[in-house]
T-cell receptor, first 109, second 115 residues
Framework: GQSLEQPSEVTAVEGAIVQINCTYQ??????LSWYQQHDGGAPTFLSY????GLEETGRFSSFLSRSDSYGYLLLQELQMKDSASYFC??????????FGAGTTVTVRA | EAQVTQNPRYLITVTGKKLTVTCSQNMNHEYMSWYRQDPGLGLRQIYYSMNVEVTDKGDVPEGYKVSRKEKRNFPLILESPSPNQTSLYFC??????????????FGEGSRLTVL
């Protein structure tokens, strides 16, 4: 099975940098994804790591360390529109995709 | 427009009354999946399907059924709904390549209340 841990809440000011950590315990781990969700709307895909290292997509970057069973999402130059919930999700070799409980990011002016 | 469409978006029903939540995608995706989302628990996978006539249980399949008779459709069936199935439900899909990159496309969600 899969188990993912991430912080429940993070608050930061506009322009700041926020790092959301995710640790996972999984059998047959394949890769780690990140999703954003605004107010119960459809989750949208942000980033994915299958190999160790950093993936950069605009203001968002994601990192994975397979040996540490750990990853993070980095949000740079925070904007008010980044206030949302962020989920890490672990894909396993049996095609399951399991999500963490989510981190609520609140951006203050 | 590429999309995943769920219906109904909102439903209030009573215990024991069978219901079906439909899901349809127009992207010719092989992989489809159902999730439920409850406060503090994130999204939990109910069932998934790698292709037509191929389905498998996720983490919380009890009380649900699915079928995949056509590639584009993946309905979720609650044979005898109970109040603990009150939740926000999401359908998602991806192609094989997309799945290998962890990218799912989600529907807008179906909010179900069972009284």
């Amino acid at each position: 099975g899969q188990s993912l841990e991430q912080p429940s809440e993070v608050t930061a000011v506009e322009g700041a940098i926020v790092q959301i950590n995710c640790t996972y315990q999984t059998s047959g781990f394949y890769g780690l994804s990140w999703y954003q969700q605004h107010d119960g709307g459809a989750p949208t895909f942000l980033s994915y790591n299958a190999l160790d290292g950093l993936e950069e997509t605009g203001r968002f970057s994601s990192f994975l360390s397979r040996s540490d069973s750990y990853g993070y999402l980095l949000l740079q130059e925070l904007q008010m529109k980044d206030s949302a919930s962020y989920f890490c999700a672990a894909r396993s070799n049996d095609y399951k995709l399991s999500f963490g409980a989510g981190t609520t990011v609140t951006v203050r002016a | 427009e590429a999309q995943v469409t769920q219906n109904p978006r909102y439903l209030i029903t009573v215990t024991g009354k069978k219901l079906t939540v439909t899901c349809s995608q127009n992207m010719n995706h092989e992989y489809m999946s159902w999730y439920r989302q409850d406060p503090g628990l994130g999204l939990r996978q109910i069932y998934y399907s790698m292709n037509v006539e191929v389905t498998d249980k996720g983490d919380v399949p009890e009380g649900y059924k699915v079928s995949r008779k056509e590639k584009r459709n993946f309905p979720l069936i609650l044979e005898s709904p109970s109040p603990n199935q009150t939740s926000l439900y999401f359908c998602a899909s991806s192609d094989t390549g997309g799945f290998n990159t962890g990218e799912l496309f989600f529907g807008e969600g179906s909010r179900l209340t069972v009284l």
